[in-house]
């Protein structure tokens, strides 16, 4: 069965560093990957996925994650953290059992960025 | 654009009580789907479905009903609440991956139900 962990309860970060958010997935196929956001009291907001090609996937807002196949990773980036990145992010990982497309989410970051 | 719309957003109910969340898009999507939101566990999916008729169970599907009678509308319907039942629900919508679509969802800002 597919699924995605995501180690990290939270994340701390100073405003103006380089932040990270950790994924591992486990997949039988091709991983399709994708990184949503959550502000509070707000629905899931997509922010980039990894369907093919290069590892390095750009998306919204200045994020970017990189997709490592041999260690089943795609870890979500930013290299200039802002206090307004402060949210709840979630990776997810496509199940495509039974033929139909569901996403299959990990268990949430929150990441909190300090001034 | 609405994009997918959900109401209520807040409801409290008595534990047996039943109620129905209505859930709707206009973006012609064929798939919609119903997430449950837990503290620390991410969300869970409830049901799916791939079209008008066509509806299939999630992870957590007891205690949970659905229908599709059109492509916009998705209702979950909880029968006996339970207070198992607190929590924020989503309903989600896409469009088939393979028709030059890639398969994110797209999220109501969801209804947050608390059984007492």
């Known amino acids: 069965a597919q699924s995605v962990a995501q180690p990290e309860d939270q994340v701390n970060v100073a405003e103006g560093n380089p932040l990270t958010v950790k994924c591992t997935y486990s997949v039988s196929g091709n991983p399709y990957l994708f990184w949503y956001v959550q502000y509070p009291n707000r629905g899931l907001q997509f922010l980039l996925k990894y369907i093919t090609g290069d590892n390095l996937v750009k998306g919204s807002y200045g994020f970017e ?5 041999s260690q089943t ?3 979500l980036k ?5 206090v ?25 970051t929150r990441l909190a960025v300090h001034p | 654009n609405a994009g997918v719309t959900q109401t209520p957003k807040f409801r409290i109910l008595k534990i047996g009580q039943s109620m129905t969340l209505q ?5 012609n999507h064929n798939y919609m789907y119903w997430y449950r939101q837990d503290p620390g566990m991410g969300l869970k999916l409830i049901y799916y479905s791939v079209g008008a008729g066509i509806t299939d169970k999630g992870e957590v599907p007891n205690g ?3 229908s599709r009678s059109t492509t916009e509308d998705f209702p979950l319907r ?8 607190t929590s924020v629900y989503f309903c989600a919508s896409s469009f088939p991956p393979g028709q030059g679509a890639t398969g994110e969802l797209f999220f109501g800002e969801g209804s947050r139900l608390t059984v007492l």
């Open chain 2, 23 to 27: 859930c709707t898009q206009d973006m």
């Open chain 2, 78 to 85: 909880l029968e006996l609440a339970a207070p198992s039942q």
């Open chain 1, 65 to 69: 994650a990189e997709f490592n196949k």
């Open chain 1, 73 to 75: 990773s795609f870890h």
């Open chain 1, 78 to 82: 930013k290299p200039s953290a802002l």
């Open chain 2, 64 to 66: 949970y009903n659905v």
């Open chain 1, 84 to 108: 307004s990145d402060s949210a709840l992010y979630f990776c997810a990982v496509r199940d495509e059992a039974g033929g139909y497309n569901k996403l299959i989410f990990g268990a949430g």
